[in-house]
T-cell receptor, first 115, second 109 residues
Framework: DGGITQSPKYLFRKEGQNVTLSCEQNLNHDAMYWYRQDPGQGLRLIYYSQIVNDFQKGDIAEGYSVSREKKESFPLTVTSAQKNPTAFYLC??????????????FGDGTRLSIL | KNEVEQSPQNLTAQEGEFITINCSYSVGISALHWLQQHPGGGIVSLFMLSSGKKKHGRLIATINIQEKHSSLHITASHPRDSAVYIC???????????FGTGTSLTVIP
């Protein structure tokens, strides 16, 4: 079955530590996205990528970094510069066919907490 | 102000009731997406629509582009429908989605 796999499901970070969240898709989608979800707020876009080796900042990119070396993979690093990293992180992907609206497909998320 | 507003924020219904969740948006859009998020956190796509109405099983989604409003209806609700329902819009410029804060639905047996 095609889908999006996020790992780990739960992650704990110590102060001053960088952590990397994994996102892999086998849907052959061009676009991939990282969102952050906090209680009482809608999903907010951190970074997105429409093609390998290219990505754009979303609304809340500060303290995060990404890479897109392969079409299937879009890892997110939460750096020590992100002062409030505790949240639920969701990865999504979609096709980019021009002239049609393609839905986003989501992974099951990673819950990050501070130790 | 959020570009996407949902109502109600919380909804409790008896099994079998007809349920309506509303979504209003303030920007020009190319499409609107209804999503379902279960307690574990994973999100499932329900509908993507840009006009008219779509139906899948007991779920119906409608959109009125002129009024900038969409509704999600659930007929004959069941406890397994309990989840958070999220409305998202894709603006007609760019490829980003903007999300509402969600409607938490609980269906009581």
């Amino acid at each position: 079955d095609g889908g999006i796999t996020q790992s780990p499901k739960y992650l704990f970070r110590k102060e001053g530590q960088n952590v990397t969240l994994s996102c892999e898709q086998n849907l052959n989608h061009d676009a991939m996205y990282w969102y952050r979800q906090d209680p009482g707020q809608g999903l907010r876009l951190i970074y997105y990528s429409q093609i390998v080796n290219d990505f754009q900042k979303g609304d809340i990119a500060e303290g995060y970094s990404v890479s897109r070396e392969k079409k299937e993979s879009f890892p997110l690093t939460v750096t020590s510069a992100q002062k409030n990293p505790t949240a639920f992180y969701l990865c999504a992907s979609s096709r980019l066919d021009r002239g049609s609206n393609q839905p986003q497909h989501f992974g099951d998320g990673t819950r990050l907490s501070i130790l | 102000k959020n570009e996407v507003e949902q109502s109600p924020q919380n909804l409790t219904a008896q099994e079998g009731e007809f349920i309506t969740i509303n979504c209003s948006y303030s920007v020009g859009i190319s499409a609107l997406h209804w999503l379902q998020q279960h307690p574990g956190g994973g999100i499932v796509s329900l509908f993507m629509l840009s006009s008219g109405k779509k139906k899948h099983g007991r779920l119906i989604a409608t959109i009125n582009i002129q009024e900038k409003h969409s509704s999600l209806h659930i007929t004959a609700s069941h406890p397994r429908d309990s989840a958070v329902y999220i409305c998202a819009v894709r603006r007609n410029t760019g490829n980003q989605f903007y999300f509402g804060t969600g409607t938490s639905l609980t269906v009581i047996p």
